[in-house]
């Protein structure tokens, strides 16, 4: 099994021995056949040891293993972006203006 980088393409780094990959960044990459085997102590690895775990599928990424604390931590990343962009948004229609609705229908035809 090739290891994989956080493109997702295979690179020449030998597989650990135990069949887990591991990214360039060194976040592990493991077979989701192994998630079915050992859910309770690849899930262990994530809760209490704070690791992120890449799943993969025939050798390529699937999903992501991330503890509650990180995953919080993202969507506070995205709630701020998102106010963000509302406050820009906000201040492109006080510089700008709005179009009406009638006039964007017009400029795509529809």
Do not use: C
């Amino acid at each position: 099994m090739a290891v994989m980088d956080k493109t997702g393409k295979k690179s020449k780094s030998p597989p650990k021995a135990n069949g887990a990959q591991s990214w360039s960044d060194g976040i592990p990459a493991v077979p989701a056949t192994d998630l079915r085997k050992d859910a309770p102590g690849i899930l262990g690895r994530v809760e209490f040891g704070g690791e992120e775990i890449i799943l993969t599928r025939h050798g390529k990424p699937a999903a992501a293993l991330v503890s509650m604390e990180v995953l919080k931590a993202l969507y506070a990343i995205e709630d701020a972006q998102d106010v963000a962009a509302a406050a820009a948004a906000r201040r492109d229609i006080k510089k700008h203006g709005t179009i009406p609705w009638a006039e964007v229908k017009r400029r795509n035809g529809i």
